[in-house]
C-alpha cells in the first residue's frame, strides 16, 4: 500500500512539473513573439562580412535628409535607453527595422538595426549601414567602422571586437567610400550622414569610441599601425594602452602624440565631435598585411577589447 501511494504521488509531482514547465514555456514564447525577441542563431562577423560584399557590389549611396537623420539616430538612442518599443516605431519612420541576433560562437545576444529596403539582389538600399547593439550588458563603447570594403577587414576587426567585450555598440557605414563619386560617401569627413548622426548620439550619451581604417602596406611601410586621440587628447590614455599592448604583441606603432605619423585623424569628424562632448576618441590605422591574416586579426582584437574593456 506504501509503494503505491508513493508510486501515485511521484506520478503526481511529475505530472505538475511537467504542467509547469510547458506553461513557463509558452509563456516565454508568448513574451518573445510579443516584443519581436525570438533571437535568430547567426555567426557575427560573417554576418557582416555579407553585407560588406553587397557594399562592395552595389556602391550605392543616397544622402539621406535632415528628418532621416533625426529618425534614426532617435531610434538608436532609444535602443541605447532599453525603450525598444519606441525605438521600433521611430525607426518604421525610415524604414528601418530591430532583429535579435544571437551569436553562435559567443553564445551572446544582440540587436541589429538594419534598412528594411535591403533586399536580397540588393535593390531599394540606401547605403546608410547598420547599428550592432549588446543585449547582454549595457552598452558602455562604440566601434566605429566607417570605410567597410574600402579599408577590407576593417568590418571584420569591428565585428570580433563586439562579438569579444560585451557592452559594445557596433556602427557599420553603408557605402563604399566613393559610392556616388570621389569620397562622396566618406563618413569619417562628412557631418551629413547616418553614420555621424548615430555617432554624435552616442557620444552625447557619453559613449567613448574606437574608429578602425586601414592603409596599403607601401603607403607607410615602417609601421603596422597608426595610433591617435583624433583631433583631441580626450582618448589619449586609452591611445596609449592600445600602442602599448600592440607593441606587445609585435606590431611596430606609430604614436601619433609623440612621432610624426600619416593619417593621423585629426580632422576626422566623429573624433572633432567627440572631443566637443569631452568623450574618448581612439583613430587607429592598420596594414593590409595585419588586416588580412586571421592570426594578426586576432591579435588586434585582443588588444581593442583590452582597450574598450577599460571604459566598460
Not at 550605392?60 to 535632415?66: A, I, L
Not at 538600399?125 to 552598452?139: E, F, H, N
Not at 595585419?290 to 566598460?312: F, M, Y
Request: proline share 4%; aromatic share 4%; charged share 30%.
Amino acid at each position: 500500500m506504501r509503494v503505491r501511494v508513493v508510486i501515485a504521488a511521484a506520478v503526481a509531482l511529475a505530472a505538475a512539473l511537467t504542467v509547469m514547465i510547458l506553461t513557463t514555456g509558452e509563456s516565454r514564447d508568448a513574451d518573445s513573439a510579443r516584443n519581436g525577441s525570438a533571437a535568430t542563431t547567426v555567426d557575427l562577423p560573417e554576418r557582416v562580412r555579407e553585407f560588406a560584399a553587397g557594399i562592395a557590389e552595389r556602391r550605392v549611396h543616397r544622402d539621406p535628409t535632415r528628418a532621416e537623420r533625426g529618425a534614426l539616430a532617435d531610434g538608436v538612442g532609444l535602443l541605447l535607453a532599453g525603450e525598444r518599443e519606441r525605438a521600433e516605431q521611430r525607426l518604421r519612420e525610415v524604414d528601418y527595422a530591430v532583429s535579435e541576433l544571437k551569436d553562435r560562437e559567443s553564445g551572446r545576444s544582440c540587436l541589429e538595426v538594419a534598412d528594411a529596403r535591403e533586399e536580397a539582389d540588393g535593390s531599394g538600399t540606401r547605403g546608410w549601414g547598420r547599428v550592432y547593439l549588446d543585449l547582454d550588458r549595457a552598452p558602455a563603447w562604440t566601434v566605429q567602422v566607417p570605410h567597410p570594403v574600402a579599408d577590407l577587414d576593417t568590418e571584420l576587426l569591428g565585428a570580433q571586437v563586439l562579438r569579444g567585450t560585451p557592452g559594445g555598440v557596433l556602427i557599420l557605414a553603408g557605402a563604399h567610400r566613393d559610392a556616388g563619386g570621389p569620397d562622396a560617401a566618406d563618413v569619417a569627413h562628412r557631418t551629413d550622414t547616418v553614420f555621424h548622426r548615430i555617432v554624435r548620439e552616442t557620444v552625447r550619451r557619453g559613449l567613448p569610441g574606437v574608429q578602425l581604417h586601414g592603409f596599403a602596406d607601401d603607403s607607410v611601410p615602417e609601421f603596422d599601425a597608426l595610433v591617435s586621440s583624433g583631433s583631441g587628447d580626450h582618448g589619449e590614455k586609452a591611445a596609449k594602452s592600445l600602442v602599448a599592448d600592440l607593441s606587445r604583441q609585435g606590431f611596430a606603432v606609430c604614436r601619433a602624440w609623440s612621432q610624426k605619423c600619416r593619417l593621423e585623424g585629426r580632422t576626422n569628424e566623429q573624433g572633432i565631435v567627440a572631443e566637443r562632448y569631452e568623450v574618448p576618441f581612439v583613430h587607429v590605422e592598420f596594414n593590409r598585411d595585419s588586416r588580412r591574416d586571421p592570426a594578426l586579426r586576432s591579435r588586434i582584437v585582443s588588444a581593442l577589447g583590452g582597450v574598450v574593456q577599460q571604459w566598460r
